[in-house]
């Protein structure tokens, strides 16, 4: 069979390229411009990367129109309904789903780093007390790489094990720290007799002085929400977290790298956002004048937690949260009039032509406020949560680019726009 190409000529020079097409398991073929620049000595100019894959990976496959997501083959839907955050987590970074004995071991290696070191915790007693929760993760996540200086090196795969199984096992303890440093309680230790999201959940909300029992409705939806936001394909913070390790920088740096990049409205923190939007809102009869804010161009103003670069379908996510939103507030009989308000905006958003022809849904961020909040994680929290999912995911990524053959320094080029070239003027003679 011949292979699929792609030929591009500029009219210009009349010179032509040839470019193979590649076609993955699923998804659009991708035609390869490796040789453009060689060949026909132009770039591509692709802003926001919407035409381009910037990788090959077989972590993650997500179908946008189609409204499918798919970790190593599994389907989110299975994975939420069958799975714990611990063994997606596995199955992120190994490929396949682990044995019992492989789980166990997992399990266990897991508990042995959930400690962090206890200097680190000095690090907390420099923020105001009022520091954003992002701007600590990202700071003592970075910092975790003074500890580990001589398991960093990125071309040992043993070191690459290490480090992805301090990541997820050190992530609990690093949040929980910040929200106990906002709150004014002591850090609590691991209590390794727990599993990993019911020991996450005692290190944030027990009290000194009392024992500890975790209610297992709160902690399953915890774990939901966690195998919910593990990974997601190229997103912006992932994308980060490649880019930065391909210049070959220590791991907890790019980690760090990509907390950084999940903190904006745009992206993670837009769970954030949509309860201050909710709360702002504050009654069903205000909705429409937010949805005509949301229209408005001259109106900076948009609908948290709608629209997503690759869905143009239904989050499958969010569907999920929905529904385990309606669940967990049921069960605990909680009576949660902003997710009254994000019903009925969802319900009249989908019915709006503007929303309606550019294709824009609820995302994952849409609802995943919404239980945390019910769960009493306070508004600031939200997106510390999601990156600790998420740093199994980028772990993962950041593995997978280490091994590919193609694995180079990320460097992408530009289309100069300054000024012309000119001549140096002393200050003196400048007008
Ligand atoms: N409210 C109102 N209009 C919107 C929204 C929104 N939430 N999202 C997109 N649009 C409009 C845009 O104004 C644009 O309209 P136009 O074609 O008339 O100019 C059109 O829909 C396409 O939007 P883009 O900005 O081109 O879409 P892009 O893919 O660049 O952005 C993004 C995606 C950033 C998620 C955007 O939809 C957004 O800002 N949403 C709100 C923030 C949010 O929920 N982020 C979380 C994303 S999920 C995650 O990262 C975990």
């Known amino acids: 069979m011949t292979m699929r190409t792609v030929i591009i000529t500029d009219k210009a020079t009349g010179k032509t390229v040839e470019c193979p097409v590649h076609e993955g398991r699923y998804g659009a073929p991708v035609v390869d411009l490796k040789n453009l620049y060689k060949d026909l000595g132009v770039f591509t100019f692709d802003p926001g990367y919407g035409s381009t894959a910037a990788c090959r990976s077989g972590i993650t496959y997500l179908d946008g129109e189609e409204g499918v997501l798919m970790h190593r083959g599994y389907s989110i839907e299975h994975l939420a309904e069958k799975s714990t955050f611990l063994e997606v987590a596995y199955l992120l970074i190994n490929g396949e789903l682990p044995n019992q004995q492989q789980f166990d071991e997992w399990v266990h290696v897991i508990k042995m780093h959930g400690m962090t070191h206890e200097h680190l915790s000095r690090f907390y007693q420099g923020f105001r007390y009022d520091a954003h929760p992002m701007s600590m993760l990202s700071s003592v996540v970075a910092s975790v790489a003074s500890y580990y200086h001589n398991t960093t090196d990125i071309y040992n795969p043993e070191h690459r094990r290490l480090t992805a199984q301090r990541v997820i096992a050190k992530m609990p303890s690093l949040v929980s720290k910040i929200y106990r440093y906002g709150s004014g309680l002591p850090f609590v230790y691991p209590d390794n007799s727990r599993n990993y999201v019911e020991n996450f959940s005692y290190m944030m909300f027990s009290w000194p002085t009392e024992p500890y029992i975790a209610n297992p409705v709160a902690i399953r939806a915890l774990d939901l929400l966690f195998i919910l936001h593990a990974d997601h394909e190229q997103n912006?913070?992932?994308?980060?977290?490649?880019?930065?390790?391909?210049?070959?920088?220590?791991?907890?740096?790019?980690?760090?790298?990509?907390?950084?990049?999940?903190?904006?409205?745009?992206?993670?923190?837009?769970?954030?956002?949509?309860?201050?939007?909710?709360?702002?809102?504050?009654?069903?009869?205000?909705?429409?004048?937010?949805?005509?804010?949301?229209k408005n161009k001259d109106d900076n103003f948009r609908l948290m937690g709608f629209g997503h670069r690759v869905y143009k379908n239904y989050d499958p996510r969010a569907k999920i949260i929905r529904q385990a939103c309606h669940d967990l507030l049921n069960e605990m009989h909680l009576n949660q009039p902003l997710f009254d308000i994000a019903m009925e905006l969802e319900r009249i958003a989908l019915e709006d032509d503007y929303f309606i022809s550019r294709k824009l849904y609820p995302n994952v961020d849409f609802y995943s406020g919404l239980i945390y909040q019910a769960l009493n994680i306070p508004t600031n929290m939200f997106t510390p949560m999601f990156a600790l999912a998420r740093s199994a995911g980028w772990i993962a990524q950041w593995m997978e680019m280490l091994a590919d053959p193609d694995f180079r320094i990320g460097r992408p080029r530009q289309l100069y726009i300054g000024a012309e070239k000119r001549d140096y003027v002393g200050i003196a003679d400048r007008k």
């Open 236 to 294: 912006a913070s992932t994308s980060t977290v490649r880019l930065a390790g391909s210049a070959e920088t220590n791991p907890y740096a790019c980690i760090a790298a990509g907390v950084a990049t999940l903190w904006g409205k745009a992206h993670g923190g837009a769970n954030e956002a949509v309860i201050d939007m909710l709360t702002e809102i504050g009654d069903p009869k205000n909705i429409q004048k937010f949805v005509d804010r949301a």
